[in-house]
C-alpha cells in the first residue's frame, strides 16, 4: 500500500494512517487494517479496537446516496422520527446501515441548518423539506426510478 510511504511504522500514527485508508477507499476494508496493523506492529485487533473507537471511522462503504435525516428540535417536533421510520421501512434497514446494493445509507445528523422547513432531510448535498413519511417514500421511489431508466 503506498498509503505508508509518508508515514513511520509506530503507534502513534495509526489514526491518521486509518484516516488515510478510509478517506482512499471510502470505508476501512478489513484486509487494508491487517496491513495497517503489521507495518505499526500491533494486533489487528488492536486496530480494530483503535478504529471501532472513534465514530469517524466506518468499516462499510457508503451508498452512492447518502440520506440524512435531521433530528434537531424543530425537525423533531414537526415528524422527523416518523420520517425516519417511514425511510427505514422503505430501504429495508435502519438508521446507520446501507443497502446491500450500495444505493443508500441512511443516517441522522444533529441538525442541518433548514429548521424554516422542517422536517427535512439531505440526499447527497440536496436538501428536502417540509415533507410527510409519505413525501419521503416518494422522494426514494422518483430516485429509484431515476436509477433504473439511467441503467
Given at each position: 500500500m503506498n498509503i505508508f510511504s509518508s508515514y513511520s511504522g509506530k503507534r502513534a500514527k495509526v489514526i491518521p494512517i486509518l484516516q488515510k485508508v478510509q478517506l482512499d477507499f471510502g470505508y476501512l476494508p478489513e484486509d487494508a487494517m491487517k496491513k495497517v496493523a503489521e507495518f505499526c506492529g500491533i494486533t489487528e485487533s488492536e486496530v480494530f479496537g483503535i478504529a471501532s473507537f472513534y465514530t469517524q471511522f466506518r468499516f462499510v462503504p457508503l451508498g452512492k446516496k447518502?440520506?440524512?435525516?435531521?433530528?434537531?428540535?424543530?425537525?423533531?417536533?414537526?415528524?422527523?422520527?416518523?420520517?425516519?421510520?417511514e425511510?427505514?421501512?422503505?430501504?429495508?434497514?435502519?438508521?446507520?446501515?446501507?443497502?446491500?446494493?450500495?444505493?443508500?445509507?441512511?443516517?441522522?445528523?444533529?441538525?442541518?441548518?433548514?429548521?424554516?422547513?422542517?422536517?427535512?432531510?439531505?440526499?447527497?448535498?440536496?436538501?428536502?423539506?417540509r415533507l410527510t413519511p409519505n413525501v419521503a417514500a416518494g422522494l426514494l421511489s422518483r430516485k429509484k426510478q431515476q436509477i433504473t431508466n439511467s441503467e
Open positions: 447518502q440520506i440524512a435525516v435531521c433530528r434537531g428540535t424543530a425537525c423533531h417536533v414537526k415528524g422527523a422520527p416518523r420520517i425516519l421510520g425511510l427505514e421501512k422503505v430501504l429495508g434497514i435502519k438508521e446507520g446501515e446501507t443497502t446491500r446494493d450500495l444505493e443508500y445509507t441512511l443516517s441522522s445528523v444533529a441538525c442541518i441548518g433548514c429548521c424554516g422547513l422542517a422536517p427535512c432531510i439531505t440526499i447527497n448535498k440536496d436538501v428536502h423539506g
